[in-house]
């Protein structure tokens, strides 16, 4: 058990969130996936539900005592952020739906503008996708390339590699993330900002992940653009930030057009607002940022440098804990954290252990978190990833550890009871293939199943006795898009026209799903195929809503699949 930070004490932080006293299957919800979103306090909701109660109206023009009140309080909120990040004029602040859009805005409108033919964009290999696509479609507009800084083998940012790219390509804008999202890390941004400014590059930095741990400084940093997002900052959904140097956006063209955005319209021509608005067209979102402003007095009316201690604390309680268990690895173990944990395990997948966890009322984060480059960088598919935030405890990790050790237990032993053990070989093409001789058998066991677990430990039985696709098979072309887990598929049409098929997947709970969709299409006709309804199906052995949308959408990509090869086979 750690020792708590001095002067903080996540007990009472946790009574001002409403939904931390939330069951989930039946037990006390322990969240650690607020690098994903984080969840609001009290005061959030409650300048939300104020707004529309009391103040709803639009601003800017009005006239009338509501639409008054209203510009008021949006103007204070964007002073409110000034202050957050240490701007110096409320008009370098822009709203945005999030930080994705505040990289897209500069991508679209600044980078548009200054970048030619032939020059270098430079990121980082532990970029979101949301730091990496908007400079792709951008330099494939303008002939200029985008370059990645590789890592260290500790995870962290190679700045002699860095030195060294900035040196060769001389390029014209620099897009950081603060903190990766996927490992935590927390990059030298005032380091990496003041390289960059040597051979005269633009700086962005991406403070998705940062803004809610980290004192965030724009003027210490020295970058000329940083975004943010609410909702990673206990605020809502559906708003952010940009800052920029007022200088630069000045200069910048508008990116969307119309109302608020213009100064004078004519079918002669139109000009455009002084900033923030030349950026805000349309009606804002104006309660989302009083309420995002509320968010960021609440972060502020604590003591930052006591949450961030604790939640550095929670990692390495975590980190100590798991790395107890065998087979498990985490990335980037040894550099400064903001409170990220991720993880694999051999043998295990990442999808499957989430689903377990959330068993326990456990909610954490499984996938390649939107970090595919980072992913085949560090020669995986996918991690398992606990963050954690202000209100989580010593004694949440502790459970999340003892429930992942016994899931992976779980998942990795074999000695499960098959609920269909019937398979038949193709000798010609040495694909094994699976053949119940009783269609109803894993469905009726299913049906009868008692709870979700006893439906999970059936499902997991099931997919023991799956044939296992030889190596060759698994290939680009018989993998099955829009999984989140790899499948992959193979359709044979049999001399009396009806259809059998051989799947596999690297994720143990979907070979059981396989298990159960082949138990009803197997030695079917098109004709029947076609009539295949994925709901129905699962909602008949009551897996529909316990499955989740990443896995029911893949069994939907599933069976579709084997609807366009019946289909393109006649």
Request: net charge negative.
């Amino acid at each position: 058990m750690l020792n708590p930070v001095k002067g903080f004490d996540p007990s009472k932080i946790r009574r001002d969130f409403p939904i931390l006293s939330s069951k989930i299957n039946g037990q006390p919800l322990i969240y650690l996936d607020n690098a994903a979103t984080t969840h609001k306090p009290r005061c959030v909701i409650d300048a939300l539900s104020r707004f529309y109660k009391l103040n709803n109206s639009n601003v800017h023009r009005g006239s009338h005592t509501l639409s008054n009140r209203a510009t008021s309080e949006f103007e204070a909120a964007r002073e409110t952020v000034a202050q957050f990040i240490n701007a110096t004029d409320t008009a370098e602040i822009i709203w945005t739906r999030g930080a994705t859009e505040g990289i897209n805005l500069i991508a679209q409108s600044y980078a548009d503008s200054v970048l030619c033919a032939g020059d270098t964009v430079l990121v980082s290999m532990m970029e979101h996708h949301a730091n990496i696509v908007p400079w792709q479609q951008i330099a494939d507009k303008k002939q200029a390339q985008v370059l990645p800084i590789p890592l260290t083998q500790k995870g962290e940012l190679d700045l002699v590699a860095y030195k060294n790219l900035l040196n060769k390509h001389h390029p014209k804008i620099v897009s950081i993330t603060h903190v990766s999202n996927a490992m935590g890390i927390i990059n030298p941004v005032i380091e990496i900002t003041h390289l960059a400014k040597m051979v005269g590059a633009t700086v962005i930095i991406d403070g998705a992940q940062a803004a809610a741990h980290e004192v965030v400084d724009v003027q210490k940093i020295g970058c000329d653009f940083y975004v943010f997002s609410g909702h990673k900052c206990y605020g809502p959904t559906g708003i952010g930030v940009l800052w920029g140097r007022k200088v630069l956006m000045e200069a910048m063209p508008p990116w969307q057009s119309g109302g608020e955005m213009i100064e004078k319209v004519s079918f002669s021509g139109s000009t455009f607002n002084r900033l923030p608005f030349k950026f805000e067209a349309g009606t804002p979102p104006i309660a989302d940022a009083i309420a995002m402003a509320e968010a960021l007095r609440y972060l502020d009316s604590l003591d930052r440098a006591a949450i961030s201690a604790h939640e550095k604390q929670l990692r390495q309680l975590a980190s100590t804990l798991c790395q107890k268990i065998d087979g498990l690895t985490i990335l980037a173990a040894e550099p400064e954290n903001v409170g990220i944990l991720s993880f694999t395990v051999a043998g295990v997948h990442h999808q499957d252990l989430a689903t377990l966890l959330d068993q326990s009322g456990i909610a954490i984060r499984s996938g390649h978190h939107c970090t595919m480059p980072l992913m085949a960088y560090l020669g995986c598919d996918g991690t398992v990833r606990a963050s954690f935030a202000l209100y989580n405890t010593a004694t949440e990790v502790e459970r999340f550890a003892e429930v992942l050790q016994q899931s992976i237990a779980q998942l990795l032993n074999v000695n499960l009871t098959p609920a269909v053990d019937l398979r038949a070989t193709d000798l010609k093409s040495s694909i094994t293939y699976f053949e119940p001789t009783d269609d109803l058998q894993l469905i009726s066991r299913l049906q009868s199943a008692k709870n979700w677990q006893a439906r999970f430990d059936t499902l997991l039985s099931a997919g023991n006795y799956l044939p296992e696709l030889p190596a060759a098979y698994k290939s680009q072309q018989n993998k099955v898009s829009g999984c989140e887990s790899n499948v992959w598929l193979i359709a044979a049409q049999q001399p009396d026209h009806s259809w059998k098929f051989a799947a596999d997947s690297d994720a143990r709970l979907m070979r059981g799903i396989i298990c159960l969709l082949l138990s009803v299409i197997q030695n079917k006709t098109r004709e029947n195929l076609q009539l295949i309804d994925t709901q129905q199906l699962l909602e008949s052995c009551d897996l529909y809503h316990y499955l989740g949308p990443s896995r029911t959408n893949g069994v939907q990509a599933i069976v579709d699949t084997i609807k366009q090869l019946t289909l393109q086979g006649e």
